[in-house]
């Protein structure tokens, strides 16, 4: 799914561009905790996928980077600060933000094809 | 028999120093991933390098992490001077954690860094002397993958 779908589906706004505008979102995982977020790392770090947080700050976009997550969806209508979004753009992190809530926000992609990325063995 | 160094780097780590906080780990993966090593071998690198740079930051006074590239294994140390751990195997523990409310609202706090850490690491090494500080020394093959 590209990133001009998944704005149209949650009704929200890209804030900063993937370097890939065209990439296609196949995975997804929600969370506000960070670890969480590394311990599904697969196929959640490949390119294809995203992550949905209620967490605005520098750190999720840090994360998504270390993950290799290529965009993120904040909910709850929540803008991040400059200093977010200044990050996102030199780690290429695509942005986006909904006034939708997680739960919302999940189901919509879900029942739209977007798979949940899994737990893996880290080796 | 120790194989030769191809690189090696230290970074400093600040405790309390959120604004920074990462920023050391984001650099070995870009180092990783410029020399051509494996992206699944990158992955779980900087997830190791993030997770106990993480904890510096969150736990520690101050620390330091070393990186050293071989010919057939990436090394990485940290080793920082702070509380300490006083009991590992509970921190060990998936869920463990003695976050504050306010670790907890940036987004950590979920009690997995040091179990992500053992699950991306060939070998994992942790020791700790409270009141002093705690060092992990962490291993990941490159199994010949990396030409
Ligand atoms: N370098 C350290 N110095 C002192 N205490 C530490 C250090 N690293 C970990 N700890 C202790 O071990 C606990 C568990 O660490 P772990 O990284 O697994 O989880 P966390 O940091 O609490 O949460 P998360 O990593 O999921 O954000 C920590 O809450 C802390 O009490
Ligand atoms: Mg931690």
């Known amino acids: 799914m ?18 890939d505008h065209n ?67 030199d780690c290429k992190i695509a ?19 977007i798979k949940s990325s899994s737990i893996k063995k880290g080796k | 028999m120790q194989s030769k160094t191809v690189f090696q780097q230290k970074y400093k780590i600040k405790g309390g120093d959120f604004v920074n906080a990462g920023e050391s780990s984001c650099k070995i993966r870009n180092i990783l991933k410029e020399i051509g090593i494996d992206a699944d071998i990158v992955r779980r690198l900087a997830i190791v390098a993030y997770e106990a740079e993480m ?39 998936p869920g463990y954690s003695t976050a504050t409310e306010e670790i907890r609202e940036m987004g950590f706090g979920a009690g997995m ?10 070998v994992f090494k942790i020791t700790s002397k409270v009141g002093k500080g705690t060092a992990l020394e962490i291993i990941i093959n490159l199994n010949g993958k990396n030409g």
Do not use: W
């Open chain 1, 2 to 19: 590209t990133l001009n779908k998944i704005k149209k589906f949650l009704n929200a706004q890209i804030l900063c561009k993937h370097r």
């Open chain 1, 23 to 89: 990439c296609d979102i196949k995975y997804a995982k929600a969370s506000d905790l960070m670890s969480d977020v590394l311990a599904f790392s697969q196929p959640f770090s490949k390119p294809e996928a995203l992550l949905i947080t209620g967490l605005t700050n520098k750190h999720v976009i840090r994360t998504c980077e270390i993950a290799g997550v290529c965009a993120v969806v904040f909910v709850r209508g929540k803008n991040p600060s400059t200093e977010t979004i200044k990050l996102a753009k």
């Open chain 1, 95 to 113: 942005i986006l933000t909904t006034k939708l809530k997680m739960f919302e926000a999940c189901g919509i992609l879900y029942s739209n094809g």
């Open chain 2, 55 to 93: 904890n510096v930051v969150l736990y520690a006074k101050h620390g330091i992490m070393y990186l050293f590239i071989y010919p057939d294994k990436i090394l990485l140390k940290i080793e920082d001077k702070g509380q300490g751990i006083k009991n590992i195997n509970l921190a060990m523990r």
């Open chain 2, 113 to 122: 860094g040091l179990p992500n850490i053992k699950k991306n690491a060939d």
